[in-house]
Nanobody
Framework: QVQLVESGGGLVQVGGSLRLSCVVSGRTFSRFAMGWFRQAPGGERVVVATIAWNGLRTSYADSVKGRFTISRDNPKNTVYLQMNSVKPEDTAVYYC???????????????????WGQGTQVTVSS
């Protein structure tokens, strides 16, 4: 059974930076597209960024383009989200997700599994 463990969240001031990490176990990490999602209080879980299984394709929500960068380190079974120039609207619980089937691009929200970690809270103060 796949397990995802997010870390790196915290309190950050507007304009600051954070790097989130997600370690994956129970699956051959290098074969699967990964994504970062976030859920604000009272809101739905929405996609923030995705990265293809081979790392050659990434995609971003319009709200974070140019500020966030997703990357992966396959030997470490880890996916990262570098968050720069954060804004108050970035405040949310951040989750990483993994696609259900291997060798995907991570381009469709529906292709991600229902396996989630505990999430990591990011709070941006103004």
């Amino acid at each position: 059974q796949v397990q995802l463990v997010e870390s790196g969240g915290g309190l950050v001031q507007v304009g600051g930076s954070l790097r989130l990490s997600c370690v994956v176990s129970g699956r051959t990490f290098s074969r699967f597209a990964m994504g970062w999602f976030r859920q604000a209080p009272g809101g739905e879980r929405v996609v923030v960024a995705t990265i293809a299984w081979n790392g050659l394709r990434t995609s971003y929500a319009d709200s974070v383009k140019g500020r966030f960068t997703i990357s992966r380190d396959n030997p470490k079974n880890t996916v990262y989200l570098q968050m720069n120039s954060v804004k108050p609207e970035d405040t949310a619980v951040y989750y990483c997700g993994i696609e259900s089937h291997p060798y995907g691009l991570g381009t469709h929200r529906s292709s991600f599994s229902d396996s989630w970690g505990q999430g990591t809270q990011v709070t941006v103060s103004s």
